[in-house]
Every structure is written in structure tokens, then in C-alpha cells.
């Protein structure tokens, strides 16, 4: 790849800082970012056990789902301004600019399908653990990543299956839950793994797909069942598998590269999936606290703001 001439790099950030506040952005990113605060009971209930630690855990994690949504936002919107860059430069330039400019980008909104489904997991399995907990005496307080006794001393990191097992059992009896798992479960799922070729698993344990351009894994090694051929009463032979045993073979594969904008429309799709996730969230979370019991000084003020005469 040749090096950009400086004046080519600086006409490029000129349109991109140009276009960062006048180009349209498609539906999902042209709105305000995702508001904070989206639950403020929160810090109104008398959560059972500790409850300035139960407030601060619930509150502080959903600030931290926020901030994971608009910071993704943030990057699609960034994304959408360079492709639209991209395009006004000859092609070799645009190689330049996208390898300098665009695809790391690119490869930190690969990750947020996956990191965001197993966020909200993360997030929406501590904050009704507690909900159960407050509303019910009998619930206990334990959750299947606690450490085992007497085999482990330290929490650990479920699968994505367990911990998404474990949270449907927890949201299961709170109105709007099956929705919200519904909604999580509709993330990251094998439509994106497939318009995305598995990029985010292949960039973490293998060779992800480039971009637009370069081919990667040009050899690849396959694992069959072994065959032979045998014999047929009529004299013809066929190929049949030799139960138990299995053949290496090499041989030439290639991946090819991913077409930028078709990724981009995909991580896009993923973000809105991502979103009316969050919304769901908020639905079950917010009629969830709703039915708990207020602080007394919650409760005091309440009854003094009933108490003064309306007046218009």
C-alpha cells in the first residue's frame, strides 16, 4: 500500500470533520443519544439486604449499559461519515484512508454485538437478582456463578448459554420479561454471524475476513470421516465411510474479503436489535421497582406532598 500524500489525508479530514455535523445519518443514529436516569425509583426503594450497595449496583450498571449503546452509536455515526468519504477519492487513496482511518473503527463496532448481548446479561441479571431479592424474603441471595464451596474461591464467568438460562429464570415472573429475553436472544445471533462471515470469534481466536479488499486463510486444513470405495453386487464401486475413522486433508480455501457497506447495514441492523433490547429492559426493570417498597423517607415525602392543598 502506498503512503497517503499529506495534502490527499488532510482534504479527507476536512470532509470528514465537515460531514461529521451536516451529514444525515441513517434513522437509528440521527435521534439523541440514549438518555441517562431511565429508572429513578432506583434510588428511592429500600432495597433488602445492603441497600446503598443494592442502589449504587443497579444504578451504576445501568448507567454502564447506557454508556456501551451510545458509545457504540457513537462509532456507527463515525463509520457512516468515513464511507461517505471514502467514496469521493480514487481508489487507491480510499484503501489508504480506510486502512488509517476507518477500520479501526470498523473493527471496534465488530465487537459490540457480542459484547453488548453479554452486557446485558451481566447487567440485567444483577440488577433483578436484587429486585427478586427485595420483593421476596424467601429468595436467596445466590447465583449460579457463585463460587462452588470447597472446589472454588473466586466468582466465575458462565457461558453464554448458562448465564442467559440463569437470567430467563430470573426475569421469567416479571411482566415484560420473556419479552426483554426474547429481544437479548434476537442479538448476535447466526444472521449477523453469517452477513458478518463470524468476524468478531474469527478476530479473536483465528484470522478474521478483511475488508473490501485481501483475501486471508488462502490453505485450509478440513477433518472429514474417512471413505473407501467398495464394491457393489453389480460390479460398480461406491464411496462409503469407514465408521470411526476420519481423514486430514490440505488444500487451497481463501476467505474473501467483506464488502464495507454491507457490514456496516449488518452492525447498523444490530444496533437497532440492540436498542429495543434496552427498551424492554427498561419496561421490566422499571414496573419491576415500581412494586417495591419505598425508603421511609420516600414514604414521608409522599405523604407531605398528599397532604398540601393543589392549587393551580
Known amino acids: 500500500m502506498e503512503r497517503l500524500e499529506p495534502n490527499r489525508r488532510r482534504q ?40 446503598l450497595f443494592a442502589d449504587f449496583l443497579v444504578d451504576s450498571e445501568l448507567s454502564e449499559l447506557t454508556n456501551t449503546l451510545n458509545e457504540w452509536r457513537g462509532a456507527l455515526r463515525r463509520w457512516h461519515v468515513w464511507l461517505d468519504v471514502l467514496d469521493s ?62 472446589k472454588e474461591d473466586k466468582p466465575r464467568f458462565l457461558p453464554r448459554k448458562d448465564s442467559e438460562n440463569q437470567l430467563e429464570r430470573i426475569a421469567a415472573p416479571l411482566d415484560g420479561g420473556a419479552a426483554f429475553i426474547a429481544a437479548l436472544k434476537a442479538l448476535d445471533e447466526d444472521d449477523y454471524l453469517r452477513l458478518s462471515s463470524n468476524f468478531r470469534n474469527l478476530a479473536s481466536h483465528a484470522i478474521a475476513p478483511r475488508m473490501n479488499v485481501g ?77 417495591l417498597p419505598l425508603r421511609e423517607e420516600q414514604q414521608e415525602a409522599g405523604t407531605a406532598s398528599a397532604d398540601v392543598p393543589q392549587t393551580r
Not at 27 to 43: E, F, M, Q
Not at 258 to 275: G, H, I, Q, T, Y
Open 12 to 51: 479527507a479530514l476536512a470532509r470528514y470533520a465537515d460531514n461529521i455535523e451536516t451529514l444525515a445519518a441513517p434513522s437509528p443514529l440521527d435521534g439523541a443519544p440514549v438518555p441517562y436516569n431511565t429508572c429513578p425509583r432506583i434510588k428511592q426503594v429500600r432495597w433488602r439486604g445492603s441497600p
Open 89 to 150: 477519492f480514487p481508489e487507491e487513496d480510499a484503501w489508504s484512508l480506510q486502512w488509517e482511518f476507518v477500520e479501526p473503527i470498523a473493527f471496534q463496532c465488530m465487537f459490540y454485538p457480542s459484547a453488548t448481548r453479554d452486557r446485558f446479561t451481566f447487567v440485567a441479571t444483577n440488577a433483578l437478582h436484587q429486585v427478586r431479592m427485595t420483593a421476596d424474603p424467601a429468595y436467596a441471595d445466590r447465583l449460579d456463578s457463585d463460587p462452588k464451596p470447597g
Open 215 to 291: 483475501y486471508t486463510r488462502m490453505v485450509v486444513r478440513t477433518v472429514d470421516p474417512a471413505t473407501t470405495m467398495v464394491q457393489q453386487a453389480n460390479g460398480s464401486f461406491k464411496s462409503e465411510v469407514i465408521p470411526g475413522k476420519q481423514d486430514v486433508s490440505y488444500g487451497f480455501g481463501g476467505t474473501p474479503p467483506l464488502p464495507m457497506r454491507d457490514v456496516f447495514a449488518a452492525n447498523l441492523e444490530e444496533f437497532e436489535k440492540a436498542s429495543a433490547c434496552f427498551t424492554a429492559y427498561l419496561y421490566t426493570l422499571n414496573n419491576a421497582v415500581a412494586a
